[in-house]
C-alpha cells in the first residue's frame, strides 16, 4: 500500500473536432502547470493508462489536421527517447533501456532529425 494521498491535481484535455470528427485544435491545462492555469495548444497527444485491475493498456494517441510528417517525426522521436528514460528510471534495467535508445538513435536517424555528423539528442 503506498502512502496517502495530500493533495490532488487535475489536467484537462480539449479537443476541437471537425465535421469528420478528426482533431483540429489540442489545447491543455493542468493545476499544476508552472507556465499558469490557462488552455495551451498542442498539435498531439499520447497517453497511455495502465489500467489496475485489468492489467491492460488503454492508449488515446490524437493530432491536429495541421500536424506536418516532419512534426510526427520529431513528437515520436522525443517520445521513444522519453519512454526509453522512464524505462530506466523505472526499472532500473540499463541493459534494456540502452537497447531501447539504440532504436531511437536509428530511428532518428531514418527520419532526418539525427545527421550523421550529429551526436544524438
Not at 480539449?14 to 490557462?38: V, Y
Request: charged content about 30%; overall charge negative; some cysteine.
Amino acid at each position: 500500500m503506498g502512502k496517502p494521498v495530500v493533495k490532488k491535481s487535475n489536467i484537462e484535455i480539449a479537443i476541437g473536432l471537425n465535421e469528420d470528427k478528426h482533431p483540429e485544435t489540442i489545447h491543455w491545462k493542468s493545476d499544476d502547470n508552472p507556465n499558469g492555469q490557462d488552455f495551451t495548444e498542442c498539435k498531439a497527444i499520447m497517453l497511455s493508462l495502465f489500467d489496475k485491475e485489468y492489467k491492460d493498456t488503454l492508449k488515446i494517441d490524437l493530432w491536429t489536421t495541421e500536424m506536418q510528417v516532419v512534426e510526427m517525426d520529431r513528437f515520436v522521436f522525443q517520445s521513444l527517447r522519453a519512454l526509453a528514460d522512464t524505462y530506466f528510471r523505472a526499472t532500473n534495467n540499463q541493459q534494456l533501456s540502452n537497447d531501447m535508445q539504440l532504436f531511437v538513435d536509428y530511428f532518428g536517424k531514418q527520419t532526418g532529425i539525427i545527421t550523421e555528423d550529429e551526436q544524438p539528442l
